[in-house]
Nanobody, 117 residues
Framework: QVELVESGGGLARAGESLRLSCAAS????????MAWYFQAPGGDRELVAS???????NYRDSVKGRFTISGDTAKSTVSLQMDNLKVEDTAIYYC???????????WGEGTLVTVSP
């Protein structure tokens, strides 16, 4: 059973930076997308950023220019560099890896990011 383990969450002040990392417990074959989602209190899980197996990135408008996603399909790892954090970035962040070979989306358990004014 493959597990995704996230690290790097925590407390930051507005304007500071955090880096989230996610690693699979074993290499996942056939990765076509890696992504980060967030879920704010009382909200739905929403896409923050994604990166395709070919390296194409996509960001939600609210984080463009502040967050940077990177990934290594050979190692099954994905990271999210979060700069100039805002209070509204406060949420639980989940990493996700999609495999075309196994036809499934793997999820991490989530890491809490709290941004104070």
């Amino acid at each position: 059973q493959v597990e995704l383990v996230e690290s790097g969450g925590g407390l930051a002040r507005a304007g500071e930076s955090l880096r989230l990392s996610c690693a699979a417990s074993e290499v996942i074959a056939g990765i076509h997308q890696m992504a980060w989602y967030f879920q704010a209190p009382g909200g739905d899980r929403e896409l923050v950023a994604s990166i395709s197996g070919g390296g194409t990135t996509n960001y939600r408008d609210s984080v463009k220019g502040r967050f940077t996603i990177s990934g290594d399909t050979a190692k099954s790892t994905v990271s999210l560099q979060m700069d100039n954090l805002k209070v509204e970035d406060t949420a639980i962040y989940y990493c996700s890896i999609c495999s075309w070979k196994y036809g499934r989306q793997y999820w991490g358990e989530g890491t809490l990011v709290t941004v104070s004014p």
